[in-house]
């Protein structure tokens, strides 16, 4: 019998995308009709830099001289900074005290520091996590550097353009047009359903800190397989000729919110030293003492503390040992982890915050949606065209949450080509003629290599996608390949969702507004988006005139039940035809899109806890069955 339902589908899609755009171009207006504060935690942003920690640390979050506009070329006065704005939020926030619809596409950012001559060791750095999109960066007048591309940190060497006792005044020039040469998101300057508000300036925290002439500047660990032993491949690079290498004893960190510095400074803990070794420039390989190393996995995150100094510099880091594979099991090509095939149940996580946008009001809030998805029974968060702040991948480290990490996509977006296109005329195009400009190509392709380097070390990100939906996808095999070459060691999802060339890894397909079902799967099957299923909740609605989604619930227990017959009837019947993960989509609500597990504000869990806790169970052992049949 056909399923009339699921025959529609594609016009459904289509007058649902249509419908939404044309009322929006025509009767545009801007949604933030609520204010949603997030106070469970007080305002607090924690060391930024995890995995190269030292005790040389100023931050300058807080209270800046703001102007609203203020040219991004040629001089300006200084009563243009009219306005105060709290850093490290974006300029489009609440909790960052400006209107956004006074602030023009350049503005700028000045502060007064004073710098001691007791925090000078040799050279002084000025740190940024994020700036969005360009910034310039004056230090006593001199510029000391520029960076493009709103998602990656960035650093300036200002040792020769400050004034030690003095106070010495910083300028960051910032120019946001959402260019579409560089990487945007889901940013869009016209809300609505799965395109959200700008981010634009300062959204990661500002910090200042001196190193030695001899120091540290990056500690890389690989994990080496052997015969029933391991081994690290620990890179180091820096100013010195030797540096000391001190492991600890692996350990699990489980508790809630640590709040003395014990946990990210192994030794001031008690932690026992389990062996020590001299190290060079380049790479070393360090074979660990320990004849069965723990092995890192969601169930039992191990976490290895490591100290490296030189006669100078100490900086602390840490590592995971874990292996990702796909392998054939039982006649089917699996993703393993350690070996061992695993179920990746996943959720959707955009990082969006109620009244910070990109940025919460406390780093704790990372904590807190890894240790919710995780009492849902998730292992797995898709992190959905951002790049987080470090803190989010080390809290994902040491409690045990597997990352899917998206490139950020840069290029146009065309509801015609990438929604209505592959909906009724197919989802394969050849993407080596699509027509991207050749700068559009080069700073994604750098960007995204940039973005891989930056984040190799953390041990929770197992799998890449390069391209969504075909935003902005070009060239999709051969930019894969340049990833790959960057960090052989992950899993590459070229195409999530459509337009999938001859050779991926894996097969990654979005479900919304049909049901899944196999279609001449050969390679392990990620379904990577599904679900987003509607419940607003209105007393916690940003946009409470506004819900968007894919199907509506009116209650905990009808969204409940709809999410386990989705996973009961089309997940777990075809796990025999290969999928290996599957993504629901999403951990909370985003502005108008009301289709998250917990509301925007997170204060409202939208599913019953036990319940879902009972599906992952569920997953877990139907996907036993298949692996060990």
């Known amino acids: 019998m056909i399923d009339i339902y699921d025959a529609l589908w594609a016009p459904r899609l289509i007058v649902n995308e249509a419908v939404g755009m044309i009322k929006n171009s025509i009767d545009h207006k801007v949604h933030r009709k609520v204010h949603l504060p997030m106070s469970r935690h007080k305002e607090e942003h924690l060391y930024p830099r995890p995995r190269l920690r030292r005790d040389s640390y100023i931050s300058l979050n807080g209270e800046w001289d703001f102007a609203p506009s203020y040219p991004y070329d040629g001089e300006a006065k200084d009563d243009m900074f009219s306005d105060k704005i709290n850093v490290p939020y974006p300029v489009e926030a609440a909790l960052s005290g400006v209107d956004p619809y006074d602030v023009s596409k350049e503005f700028a950012y000045r502060k007064d520091v004073e710098i001691t001559r007791d925090f000078v060791k040799g050279r002084v750095l000025l740190n940024f996590g994020a700036v969005d999109q360009e910034c310039r960066v004056f230090v ?69 800190e001196s190193i030695p002439q001899r120091h540290v500047d990056n500690v890389l660990c690989r994990y080496i397989e052997g015969d029933s032993e391991g081994s690290v491949e620990i890179s180091v690079s820096g100013t010195a000729d030797k540096y000391r290498l001190t492991i600890y004893k692996p350990v699990i960190y489980s508790g809630q919110y640590p709040e003395d510095e014990s946990v990210t400074m192994p030794g001031r803990d008690g932690s026992e030293v389990m062996q020590e070794a001299v190290l060079n420039n380049g790479s070393n390989i360090i074979k660990l003492k320990d004849n069965t190393p723990e092995l890192w996995s969601p169930e039992k995150p191990y976490i290895y503390r490591i100290r490296v100094t030189t006669l100078e510099d100490e900086v602390e880091s840490y590592f995971t040992l874990r292996t990702v594979t796909i392998e054939d099991i039982n006649g089917s090509r699996k993703i393993c ?249 999403q951990l909370s609500d985003v502005e108008t899109e009301s289709n998250g597990l917990y509301t925007f504000d997170r204060e409202v869990c939208k599913v019953n806890k036990a319940r879902m806790k009972e599906l992952a169970f569920k997953l877990n052992k139907a996907y036993e069955y298949v692996t060990e049949k």
């Open 140 to 208: 006593n007048g001199s510029c000391v550097g520029e960076h493009e591309g709103g998602y990656l940190p960035f650093s300036f060497d200002i040792t020769d353009d400050i004034v030690i006792d003095e106070i010495n005044e910083i300028i960051v020039k910032v120019r946001d047009e959402l260019n579409t040469k560089y990487p945007y998101g889901k940013q869009t300057l016209k809300p609505e359903g799965m395109w959200y508000t700008p981010v634009s300036g300062i959204w990661q925290t500002v910090w200042l």
């Open 337 to 585: 982890l350690n070996h061992k095939p695993i179920f990746l149940h996943g959720v959707l996580d955009q990082g969006y915050f109620s009244d910070g946008l990109y940025t919460p009001v406390s780093d704790r809030y990372y904590e807190d949606d890894i240790r919710s998805m995780k009492e849902l029974g998730f292992n797995v968060l898709r992190k959905h065209i951002k790049v987080e702040p470090e803190r989010f991948y080390y809290d994902c480290d040491r409690l045990g949450m597997i990352v899917f990490q998206d490139m950020v996509n840069n290029g146009e977006y065309s509801f015609a080509k990438h929604t209505a296109m592959p909906t009724f005329a197919g989802q394969w195009k050849d993407d080596r003629d699509i027509p991207v400009p050749d700068d559009v190509k080069d700073f994604f392709i750098s960007h995204s290599v940039d973005t891989v380097n930056h984040l190799k070390g953390f041990g929770c990100i197992i799998y890449y996608t390069v391209f969504n939906e075909g935003w902005g996808q070009f060239e999709s095999v051969r930019v894969t390949e340049v990833l790959r070459e960057t960090d052989p060691e992950k899993i590459y999802d070229s195409a999530s969702g459509w337009f999938k060339q001859d050779d991926p890894e894996v097969d990654s397909d979005h479900f919304y507004y049909h049901k899944i079902k196999p279609h001449h799967w050969r390679r392990p099957v990620i379904i990577s988006e599904c679900g987003g299923f509607t419940r607003p909740v209105f007393e916690h609605s940003y946009c409470p005139d506004k819900a968007y989604g894919y199907g509506d619930c009116a209650t905990e227990e009808a969204l409940t039940d709809r999410i386990f017959k989705m996973y009961d009837n089309e997940v777990i019947p075809n796990m025999r035809h290969g999928i290996c993960g599957c993504v629901y989509t």
